[in-house]
């Protein structure tokens, strides 16, 4: 399952990568382009800053929040997502999403 919150992507894999640490404290995956955060309820994150990964999220009873997409939260499917910032393909080569 893939979700898609704004400039960022939540997309399904199979399992966590090797040797990744969970966060206890940080729940904002992203600053929006706009300002506005995105943060979760429920589950574990490991962040793992590489190009355009931020990190993976475990969800479990998980609900994703942005202020302008999803201020009640949304729920999402249990399992493990790779979270992603995403970009859009433009004449001028690939470009972060703006929301």
């Known amino acids: ?3 898609r919150q704004g ?10 990568p090797k040797a990744l640490k969970f966060s206890k404290i940080n729940v904002l995956l992203q600053e ?3 300002g506005n ?6 589950g574990q994150f490991y962040p793992n800053q590489k190009e355009n990964v931020l990190g993976y999220l475990v ?6 929040f ?16 790779k979270i992603i910032r995403q970009n859009e393909d433009t004449h001028e080569g690939l470009k ?3 929301d």
Request: proline share 6%; hydrophobic share 30%; aromatic share 8%.
């Open 1 to 3: 399952m893939n979700y």
């Open 7 to 16: 400039d960022i992507a939540f997309v399904g894999v199979e399992e966590l």
């Open 32 to 34: 929006g382009s706009g």
């Open 37 to 42: 955060p995105h943060t979760f309820k429920g």
């Open 59 to 64: 969800a479990e009873k998980t609900k994703i």
């Open 66 to 81: 942005h202020e302008e997409h999803s201020p009640k939260g949304d729920e999402i499917q249990d399992g493990i997502y």
């Open 96 to 98: 972060p999403v703006v």
